[in-house]
């Protein structure tokens, strides 16, 4: 096994120069976007998108959700995430239409692979389907796909595709029954 210089792999650029820029101004942008009032969804929608997010109309963002790269972030029509959500967005995370995430949740589109020595940065992609809801606490792991309609129960932790109009629940999370909605076929 061949050993690793912590010296070399921390020197490495990990992002290139104009990304590591824009993650200087997004520091800055980040402390606006916590001091636009809980009413003033409009203002913290137009920030992001002045960051490169592709957000929906009516999309409710509490000021106390964390949001690492906004060019990174796709939200749908009529979505919301919740206070305190953290979305870890070193990868692309895509939350579809009248989506809910709700508060504490932890969307995490990073990792690393372990089995290489450097342990090198992954950044998988994340989707929350239309329609779903991430309940509080929950984490949703890198790769995850959750389907249209799905629910994830409160502090569930989701490593692989949840079905569409599926419940999962727990640690992991299992599958507890489909979700059925009144007038839905």
């Known amino acids: 096994m061949d050993d690793l210089s912590i010296e070399e792999n921390r020197k490495a650029q990990k992002y290139p120069l104009h990304i590591q820029a824009l993650r200087v101004a997004w520091a800055f942008g980040l402390l606006f976007f916590r001091m636009v009032p809980r009413p003033f969804n409009a203002?913290?929608?137009?920030?992001?998108?002045?960051?490169?997010?592709?957000?929906?109309?009516?999309?409710?963002?509490?000021n106390t959700a964390t949001i690492f790269f906004p060019w990174n972030l796709e939200i749908g029509d009529w979505s919301s995430i919740g206070d305190r959500a953290q979305i870890y967005n070193l990868g692309k995370i895509i939350i579809g239409g009248q989506a809910t995430v709700s508060q504490g949740t932890h969307l995490c589109a990073g990792t690393h692979d372990f089995s290489d020595p450097a342990t090198p940065l992954q950044k998988p992609p994340i989707r929350v389907c239309s329609q779903s809801w991430i309940c509080a606490d929950a984490f949703i792991g890198p790769g995850v796909t959750v389907g249209e309609g799905a629910v994830v129960g409160a502090r569930a932790v989701v490593m692989k595709?949840?079905?569409p109009w599926a419940v999962v629940a727990g640690n992991p999370a299992r599958f507890i029954k489909m979700r059925e909605i009144k007038g839905r076929e």
């Open 161 to 163: 595709d949840v079905g």
């Open 43 to 62: 203002v913290r929608r137009a920030l992001l998108r002045c960051f490169g997010a592709k957000v929906g109309g009516h999309v409710n963002i509490a």
